[in-house]
Structure formats: C-alpha cells, structure tokens
C-alpha cells in the first residue's frame, strides 16, 4: 500500500488494560505513512482507556503519520459482557457521526494541528493476569476459531490447543464459534466481573479530540 500526504488513513485499536495490544503496534509499525493524515481510535469496554491514545498516536508518528484528529469510542466489554451491553447504541452512533463531521471540518481546511490526547508517558505498565477461553467437549473442531484468531494463538489443526502466551484476551473465538463451544473458567469471569463493577457500572460517552 503507497500511501501519500494526500491520504487520510483511519488507525483503530481496541484497548486492552489500558494499552494498545502489542500485535497491534508490532502491524502498525511495519506501515510506512508518507505523511499521510491520520485519524486514530481506541474502542473500551466502559472502563477506561488511559495509555491507549498516546500510545497509538507515538507509533502513528514514529511509522510517518500526521495525526489530526482521534476519538475514544466505547462498547461492549469483550469479557465481562454486562458491561456496555448493547453498545454502541443509538446514542453512540449519533455522537459518532457528528465526530466524523467535525473531522471532516478539519480536513476540509486543511488544518494540520495535532490534537492534544490524555495519557501518561512513560505508558502503564502492560500485562496482568490474562484470561484465555478454552474448548469445550462440544468442540468439533471446525477451525473457524483459529481462522478468527488475530493472533493465531490457537492451533489450526487442533483447536483444543492455545498459545496461552500469544492470547490477548479479545474473545473472538468465544464470539464467533459457532457451536458456542468456547468459553472462560467461571472462576476467573466471576473474579473479573467483580473487579469491573465499580469502574464500569456508570456510562461513559465517546469522546473527540481535535
């Protein structure tokens, strides 16, 4: 992909504990932006995102980007799903789309300023106890799990099997097998859903940064 200072790329990660998933950053950084104009978003499970923004927007100039504008966008959080159920919702997307009128506003005038985004550096620290789905005995092993993988963390020709270091927890494979064959220790859910109560129970709205 040529890219050129004429291009407006969007840069989307979901943000994990706060961070940009290293895979992420690890494809980001193989791109080369030409000073092509960057939109960046993280998408959070109602708790927070802290690191995420910066973190991105450093990789994003470190491969060549101009970054203009970026957004935090919230939804459904991937492990304990009670929180942000249903979300994006109407209101989300109503937000959202008058963020990408305010983008678009910019571009149009070619204003070039970088937006001034939250976030710590040094980054938090990355990493905590991660919690990995495993196969059930309903697995027949049809592989769309592993075909969904982002990182490839589960073995393509027996899914049973996990690269427990590789897995960063998206729940992907829970999302898309189709038998409903996945699924996390009950233990751990119950453990983590307790730890999110506090933090996640209150609506937190998208944001813009212009």
Same mark, same amino acid.
């Given at each position: 992909?040529?890219?050129?200072?004429?291009?407006?790329?969007?840069?989307?990660?979901? =943000?994990?504990?706060?961070?940009? /998933? =290293?895979?992420?950053?690890?494809?980001?950084?193989?791109? #080369?932006? @030409?000073?092509? !104009?960057?939109?960046?978003?993280?998408?959070?499970? #109602?708790?927070?995102?802290?690191?995420?923004?910066?973190?991105?927007?450093?990789?994003? !100039?470190?491969?060549? %980007?101009?970054?203009? $504008?970026?957004?935090?966008?919230?939804?459904?959080?991937?492990?304990?799903? @009670?929180?942000? =159920?249903?979300? &994006?919702?109407?209101?989300?997307? @109503? @937000?959202?789309?008058? %963020? $990408?009128?305010?983008?678009?506003?910019?571009?149009?005038?070619?204003?070039? =300023?970088? &937006?001034?985004?939250?976030? #710590?550096? /040094?980054?938090?620290?990355?990493?905590?106890?991660?919690?990995?789905?495993?196969?059930?005995?309903?697995? #027949? !092993? *049809?592989?769309? *799990?592993?075909?969904? *993988?982002?990182?490839?963390?589960?073995?393509?020709?027996?899914?049973?099997?996990?690269?427990?270091?590789?897995?960063?927890?998206?729940?992907?494979?829970?999302?898309?097998? &189709?038998?409903?064959?996945?699924?996390?220790?009950?233990?751990?859910?119950?453990?983590?859903?307790?730890?999110?109560?506090?933090? *996640?129970?209150?609506?937190?709205?998208?944001?813009? %940064?212009?």
């Amino acid at each position: 992909m040529q890219l050129t200072q004429e291009d407006v790329v969007v840069i989307a990660v979901p =943000s994990y504990g706060g961070r940009v /998933p =290293s895979v992420a950053v690890r494809r980001l950084k193989a791109l #080369n932006g @030409q000073g092509a !104009r960057a939109v960046l978003a993280c998408v959070y499970g #109602n708790r927070a995102y802290e690191d995420t923004l910066v973190e991105l927007e450093d990789a994003a !100039r470190e491969t060549g %980007f101009r970054v203009i $504008a970026a957004m935090a966008a919230v939804a459904e959080h991937s492990i304990a799903r @009670q929180f942000a =159920s249903g979300r &994006p919702d109407e209101q989300d997307a @109503q @937000q959202i789309a008058a %963020f $990408a009128e305010q983008i678009r506003g910019k571009l149009s005038t070619n204003d070039l =300023s970088e &937006p001034k985004l939250p976030g #710590n550096r /040094p980054y938090k620290k990355a990493g905590g106890a991660s919690i990995v789905p495993k196969a059930t005995k309903d697995c #027949n !092993r *049809c592989g769309v *799990c592993a075909a969904n *993988c982002p990182v490839e963390a589960i073995h393509k020709d027996d899914p049973t099997k996990v690269d427990e270091k590789a897995c960063i927890s998206c729940m992907r494979c829970v999302a898309v097998c &189709p038998q409903g064959a996945r699924k996390v220790s009950p233990l751990l859910l119950s453990a983590a859903s307790l730890m999110l109560k506090k933090v *996640c129970s209150e609506r937190k709205e998208c944001e813009l %940064f212009l």
